[in-house]
Each structure stands twice: as C-alpha cells, then as structure tokens.
C-alpha cells in the first residue's frame, strides 16, 4: 500500500473482504504478517476457496500489492489468475 492513502487500525484489517480487479471477491484476510524492525506490515495472509469452493487455501501476498479504495481492500489480479497460483502451490 502506497503512502497517503486510507489508514486503517490493524484491528480493521482481519477478516476483510478482497476484492480483484474486477470487483470479483477474492477472499478474506486471515492474518497479517508484520516486520519487527521497522514495525510495519509486510504482508498479508489471504483465504480464499478453492476446490469447487469447498475448501480453503492460504496464500501470502505483499502489503505493497494492496490498495485501500473507499475502504475496499483490492489486489489488481482476478480471481481466476490468483486460483491458478494457489493450485499450482498445492501440487508442490
């Protein structure tokens, strides 16, 4: 996330809705990852559904990749680009 956009307290981060490029939902944030040194978040951790939507896969994705818009959390990527990822890192 770049500098002077939206703020949010890392309270109101967990459990929100992502959304991909075209507003598809991509998952929700499971957790977020912070630096110790200099404090800062560096990345989050994504679940979405996979598998037919039955299951849940996790995928860490930097901070920097995201943006805040009107409080929407968005990843410039669309959902299926970012299930194939996922599926490609469950074969390994």
Known sequence: ????QEWLELSE??????????????GRVDDVIIQ???GR????RLAMLTAGETRVALIEIPWSQFTLTEG???LDVSSATLKRVTERNEEE
């Open 1 to 4: 996330m770049t500098p002077g």
């Open 13 to 26: 981060i967990y459990y929100r809705k992502v959304y991909g490029r075209n507003g598809e939902l991509l």
């Open 36 to 38: 110790s040194d200099p």
């Open 41 to 44: 978040v560096d990345r989050i």
């Open 72 to 74: 929407k959390l968005e």
